[in-house]
């Protein structure tokens, strides 16, 4: 039998989703990612292929 997801768990699982999409068309546009440094306190800009492997790890991580 399936789990029934909870309203939280589908709203980080859109989330995700809805991230790794944009994650996908920047790096199809050949286009950098605006991201909020909080160390530096500023807007940083980084590559799709960044953005992926930070995604990545954050989803595995759980976070």
Do not use: C, Y
């Not at 790096?27 to 306190?41: M, S, T």
């Amino acid at each position: 039998m399936k789990k029934r997801l909870s309203l939280h768990d589908k709203a980080l699982l859109a989330m995700t989703e809805a991230v790794r999409e944009v994650i996908e068309r920047h790096k199809k546009e050949k286009r950098p990612l605006a991201i909020w440094d909080p160390k530096a306190k500023k807007v940083a800009f980084i590559s799709p292929e960044a953005a992926l492997r930070k995604h990545d790890r954050e989803v595995r991580a759980g976070n």
